[in-house]
């Protein structure tokens, strides 16, 4: 079985640009959830979807934004960029709802300029 | 708010030894605990994860244990060897599949 893919796994943008990341999940998941990771910060939870509904959201600022598709596949958009942006952007997948093991994908590195 | 702390933040130790990584949670409310991998740029690795009516999880040279009512669990790699080199990261599951993360161990097995 595959395992969760992110897209594009590389991204560089320039300050008050938008970017959108995309996430496939291991197939019959149903759970995607994403995360940011920084050297300063760490693992941050972004949010979390389940059939197409956001279940929980993390502390970041409404330039985070996110959804999930009738098959599971999901995207992260973030708007208006700034150099603070920067990190791993990590989706992981789960067949359910949860409490249930989490199988991340390799991550799509960003950096604003 | 939970709150996940891992010591050591760095460990550095030869091939063979026995090690022993701690992590810690404020908030003993906890539906399960998961250890990861995670290697220099890459994503991360599953390694066990241990629901919350269970004391321990083992698998292969790794073992895990929760004591929910101390807030701390401990993963114990068994006879280390270089390839372990990694950050390892344990996390807990607050709500749903939300995980809060602590700051990692960071591992060295020397040849």
């Known amino acids: 079985k595959a395992g969760v893919t992110q897209t594009p796994r590389y991204l560089i943008k320039t300050r008050g640009q938008q970017v959108t990341l995309s996430c496939s999940p291991i197939?019959?998941?149903?759970?995607v959830s994403w995360y940011q990771q920084t050297p300063g910060q760490g693992l941050q939870f972004l949010f979390e979807?389940?059939?197409?509904?956001?279940?929980n959201k993390g502390n970041f600022p409404g330039r985070f934004s996110g959804r999930q598709f009738s098959n599971s596949r999901s995207e992260m958009n973030v708007s208006t960029l700034e150099l603070g942006d920067s990190a791993l952007y990590l989706c992981?997948?789960?067949?359910?709802?949860?409490?249930?093991?989490?199988?991340f994908g390799p991550g799509t590195r960003l950096t604003v300029l | 708010k939970q709150e996940v702390t891992q010591i050591p933040a760095a460990l550095s130790v030869p091939e063979g030894e026995n090690l022993v990584l701690n992590c810690s949670f404020t908030?003993?409310?906890?539906?399960?605990l998961q250890w990861f991998r995670q290697d220099p740029g890459k994503g991360l690795t599953s390694l066990l994860l241990?629901?919350?009516?269970?004391r321990e999880q083992t698998s292969g040279r790794l073992n895990a244990s929760l004591d929910k009512s101390s807030g701390r669990s401990t993963l114990y790699i068994a006879a280390s060897q270089p390839g372990d080199s990694a950050t390892y990261l344990c996390?807990?599951?607050?709500?749903?599949?939300?995980?809060?993360f602590g700051g990692g161990t960071r591992l060295m097995v020397k040849p």
């Open positions: 197939s019959g998941h149903r759970s």
């Open positions: 992981a997948s789960s067949l359910e709802a949860g409490p249930d093991t989490q199988y």
């Open positions: 996390a807990v599951y607050s709500a749903g599949n939300m995980l809060t």
């Open positions: 979807y389940f059939s197409e509904t956001q279940r």
């Open positions: 908030d003993s409310a906890i539906y399960n």
């Open positions: 241990i629901q919350s009516s269970q």
